[in-house]
């Protein structure tokens, strides 16, 4: 069973940084997606960023584009979200999200497309307030 624990949430200035961490567990393909959706109140839930494990393909929505960079570290099974340039349009719950449905994935996060499946973490909550 898949087991995904997120940390690095937290409060920070607008213009400030976090960097979010997510370790993966009870999972052994190596073809999938694992990256980051996020939920504001009263919002729906945002795709934010995803990589493609196969190639390592990174993917982001307009919304983040040159400001959220991810990465993953193999030998610890662990993904992280580096945000910078933090704006208060930011602050969500922010979800570690893992799915072998990688073209669904990639338009959930490119389009906005709805995300009807994956293995999710618990989520940490990053607040952008000054």
């Known amino acids: 069973q898949v087991h995904l624990v997120e940390s690095g949430g937290g409060l920070v200035q607008p213009g400030g940084s976090l960097r979010l961490s997510c370790t993966v567990s009870?999972?052994?393909?190596?073809?999938?997606?694992i990256g980051w959706f996020r939920q504001a109140p009263g919002k729906t839930r945002e795709g934010v960023s995803c990589?493609?494990?196969?190639?390592?393909?990174?993917y982001y929505s307009d919304s983040v584009k040159g400001r959220f960079t991810i990465s993953r570290d193999n030998a610890k099974n662990t993904v992280y979200l580096q945000m910078n340039s933090l704006k208060p349009e930011d602050t969500a719950v922010y979800y570690c999200?893992?799915?072998?449905?990688?073209?669904?994935?990639?338009?959930?996060?490119?389009?906005?497309?709805?995300?009807?499946?994956?293995?999710w973490g618990q989520g940490t909550q990053v607040t952008v307030s000054s």
């Open positions: 990589v493609r494990t196969v190639d390592g393909n990174t």
């Open positions: 999200v893992l799915d072998t449905s990688i073209p669904d994935y990639i338009a959930a996060v490119v389009y906005g497309a709805p995300m009807a499946h994956g293995s």
């Open positions: 009870g999972f052994t393909s190596d073809y999938y997606a």
